[in-house]
């Protein structure tokens, strides 16, 4: 059966997808209110130096993600 | 109040915004140097207040609030702003307040606006960046703006000041406008009408939206007792109230409102272009490069700060001689010999703690400006966030613990920059532990004792060892605190790296003034009231101790120990003995005689608090050899530093235990000292700082401890261990 979701981490580099929903509803407060919305388009930039955190962009809007944090962000397939 | 009282009271006016909008560089504009920072009551949250003159004269006293999404707050910074504008009676509630917008993100910024016109506070809505927007082929509409949202909009931009005195104008005419919306933006869910209306009628509120909050915000708003918490309790949970779904469901109910006002405002070219920001994210955060590109960083920081300390100390070293020059010149004439000498050693000495500081404070304010204001700092975060956050630090702090390379002082003040609470007292508690400048001349004197026939490239092999003790603790004890301290506050990376711009000259100097001022009027008294105490313990002592010192001088001078010419050296020596820091030295010396140390070394230490590097003048004072002293650290050559203090070393070596008749400084000794002076927190100007910037001594208290025992301890296992 093909998923109908997958999560921020495991986009590659400079691919985006549409966010639909996000998981932890803490995160999705935080994130709704810098206008990362479900329906907005996210690319993926770069992962850090050390791994464990992401480098995206939303909307020309640059953000910075933990793992932990980007794993709650479901996207389109 | 009628109308005249009111006119004697200064307008309170807000600033608010999204962090990244741009704000700080607005409120410099209007207050310029009419600024001062503070702590908001009862967190470690940073406010500025400022003050300007309205165009028809009427005061305004204006608080830039720290930066926020959003009424529902998710960090310490946040909750500022939710709890005064929940709290009509706060000292800080705002008459007017003035929205700060990004105009080239203008559909994401306001969120939070539409949130203040619901709690009927009077607003304007000032979009910045103008000049950005200009050059991204954004067009703006301002009218729409003004008519849907029923307020007035100025478009300003901060960093040239365009626009600032339309806004002040318009600050004037608030007062006698009326807010044009009658109808809340936002519609409420039959759950929140009805939580809101029980909560109106219980507690007296005339705003809808406001009485909502308190339903979110029950838990922690400081402002409600106990019983209002329980009443706010039981209407949440019979009207089965779960606030954070609501609070999601607020917030997209607002972009889908807002969101089509701000397309009819703003023309967006059609993609967003790929800018120069990206360009140069891909070198400076590549996964590769970006780490060896801020170590560079970092090195030039270091090198700045390292060798500003060098170049200023000189200039300050001569004022201070000028200084006590003069003072001795004016105070002569009285004959007071106690007197002169506390004017020079007490008082003088305490503002030259005060003095050697300021370049210091003012290089690294700048530096941290620097890197803060042109958008590199947010870069650092997400490329160390991970590896600092095992030690239960931030990517800032590496500015702070580099810092702390040269002085901990400086980098003690620039921890501002971190906002996670927690993050950022374990930052301040661990810094003092990397080896600073000051250390480096004990350094020096005491590497040769503990290993005389080592010669100078082991030496420097030690020396680097030093450092890699300080770092290794520093972390480590980063790593312990980690597990220590518990926070209510969330951890979220999640943040938005702004575009890269040239740092606006105007708030980095409004910056380095204001940690300069801070600095010198948070320290100079109790560094003042250290160094008079210090005086008093190594001039005075029980009895007349300058005639002591000068019989035994006489006896030594009469049985041939010593010559004639060595008894002014012999006089200073004994006076320091027959001191209270001489007696101090004594009585603490059974405490101290198991790391291997005699009461000489007690007084050093005792000594030290002044900074660490007195060490060795104390140490030529005691082994009769001030004038020697004073000869041969200005003589210093940089060509071979580990024989600057030669004399010292070769008299200091030959000293023995009177009742063992063992040598002192043995190797097992020289180790254990030079461990202690790496851990022990023994800077008085550094525990006066971290009381300063965690507003607590509880913290500066805990630190002298904890540093104490740490040094105490792996002093006295290095000790046992070369024995």
């Given amino acids: ?77 | 109040m009628n109308k005249d009282a009111q006119q004697l009271q200064p307008l309170k006016v807000g600033l608010v915004g999204n962090p990244n909008s741009g704000k700080s560089t607005v409120f410099n504009q209007l207050t310029g140097l009419r600024q001062k920072t503070g702590n908001f009551p009862g967190v470690t949250v940073e406010i500025k207040e400022g003050s300007f003159t309205l165009p028809k004269g009427r005061r305004v006293s204006l608080v830039d609030f720290p930066g926020a999404y959003s009424l529902y707050p998710t960090s310490s910074d946040e909750k500022v702003l939710a709890e005064v504008l929940t709290h009509t009676t706060d000292p800080h509630f705002p008459d007017v307040l003035v929205y700060i917008a990004d105009v080239t993100h203008l559909e994401k910024h306001l969120l939070l606006f539409t949130q203040i016109l619901d709690l009927q506070i009077p607003a304007i809505l000032a979009l910045n960046m103008i000049d950005l927007a200009a050059a991204e082929g954004i067009k703006i509409t301002v009218q729409p703006l003004a008519a849907k949202l029923g307020v007035p909009v100025v478009l300003v931009n901060g960093r040239t000041g365009e626009n600032i005195a339309q806004l002040s104008a318009v600050i004037e005419q608030m007062e006698s406008i009326s807010p044009v919306l009658t109808k809340p933006f936002y519609k409420f869910s039959d759950d929140e009408t009805s939580v809101s209306d029980a909560i109106k009628h219980n507690f007296g509120i005339s705003n809808a939206y406001r009485a909502l909050l308190l339903a979110h915000h029950k838990d922690w708003l400081p402002f409600l007792n106990s019983a209002e918490k329980a009443i706010l309790g039981t209407i949440t949970e019979t009207k089965q109230f779960q606030s954070l779904r609501a609070q999601v469901e607020e917030t997209l109910s607002r972009f889908d409102r807002f969101t089509p006002i701000v397309q009819e405002a703003i023309q967006h070219p059609p993609v967003f272009p790929t800018t120069t920001t990206d360009r140069i994210d891909a070198v400076l955060t590549h996964r590769v490069a970006g780490p060896f590109i801020f170590v560079g960083v970092m090195m030039l920081v270091f090198s700045c700060i390292f060798y500003g300390y060098e170049i200023t100390g000189g200039w300050v070293e001569g004022l201070m001689g000028w200084l006590i020059e003069k003072a001795e010149a004016a105070v002569a004439p009285l004959q007071i010999a106690w007197l002169t000498d506390f004017i020079t050693k007490g008082i003088l000495e305490g503002l030259k703690g005060v003095l050697v500081f300021v370049p210091q404070v003012a290089l690294l304010s700048f530096l941290i400006a620097m890197l803060e204001e042109s958008g590199y700092l947010t870069r650092v975060v997400f490329m160390f966030d991970k590896m600092m956050r095992r030690f239960g630090m931030n990517g800032r702090s590496i500015v702070a613990l580099i810092g702390g390379g040269a002085c901990a002082v400086p980098a003690i003040k620039g921890t501002r920059t971190i906002g996670n609470w927690k993050e950022r007292i374990i930052t301040i508690m661990v810094t003092p532990f990397i080896s600073c400048s000051a250390r480096i001349p004990v350094y020096m004197v005491l590497i040769p004792i503990a290993l005389p026939r080592a010669g100078w490239w082991i030496w420097a092999q030690v020396f680097g060892a030093m450092y890699v003790l300080g770092v290794v603790t520093a972390l480590a004890s980063g790593w312990v605190l980690n597990k220590i301290l518990k926070t209510r506050e969330a951890s979220f990376l999640t943040l938005q790296m702004p575009v890269y711009r040239v740092p606006h000259w105007k708030n980095v100097w409004l910056t380095v003034m204001d940690k300069v001022k801070s600095f010198v009027a948070g320290v100079w008294k109790p560094i003042l009231i250290i160094t008079s105490a210090l005086w008093f313990l190594s001039s005075f002592g029980p009895g007349d101790i300058a005639e002591k010192a000068k019989n035994s001088a006489s006896m030594d001078i009469t049985a041939g120990v010593r010559t004639d010419a060595d008894r002014g050296d012999l006089e200073a020596s004994y006076k320091l003995e027959y001191s209270w820091a001489g007696k101090v030295g004594k009585f603490i010396e059974p405490a101290i005689r198991p790391l291997g140390y005699d009461w000489k070394i007690g007084i050093g230490i005792l000594s030290s608090f002044l900074a660490r590097e007195v060490f060795n003048s104390t140490m030529y004072v005691i082994y009769s050899l001030e004038s020697v002293g004073k000869k041969e650290e200005s003589a210093a050559g940089d060509e071979k530093p580990f024989e600057r203090y030669a004399t010292l070393k070769d008299r200091m070596m030959n000293d023995r235990f009177r009742d063992t008749d063992q040598r002192i400084y043995t190797t097992a000794t020289g180790l254990s000292l030079l461990v202690f002076y790496a851990l022990a927190m023994q800077c008085m100007s550094t525990l006066v700082v971290v009381k300063q910037e965690t507003g607590r001594w509880r913290w500066a208290i805990l630190q002298f401890l904890v540093m104490g025992i740490m040094a105490y301890l792996f002093a006295w296992v290095t000790f046992l261990v070369a024995s």
Avoid: N, W
């Avoid at chain 1, 997808?17 to 803490?26: C, I, R």
């Avoid at chain 1, 690319?43 to 944090?69: N, Q, S, W």
């Fill in chain 1, 1 to 77: 059966m093909q998923r109908r979701y997958r999560t921020l981490p495991e986009l590659k580099a400079h691919e985006s997808a549409q966010a639909v929903s996000f998981t932890d509803p803490e995160l999705a407060c935080k994130l709704t209110a810098m206008g990362v919305l479900p329906g907005a388009m996210i690319e993926m930039v770069r992962k850090a130096p050390f791994g464990d955190a992401f480098y995206v962009k939303v909307d020309g809007v640059r953000l910075a993600l933990r793992t932990e944090e980007a794993e709650q962000i479901l996207l389109t397939v």
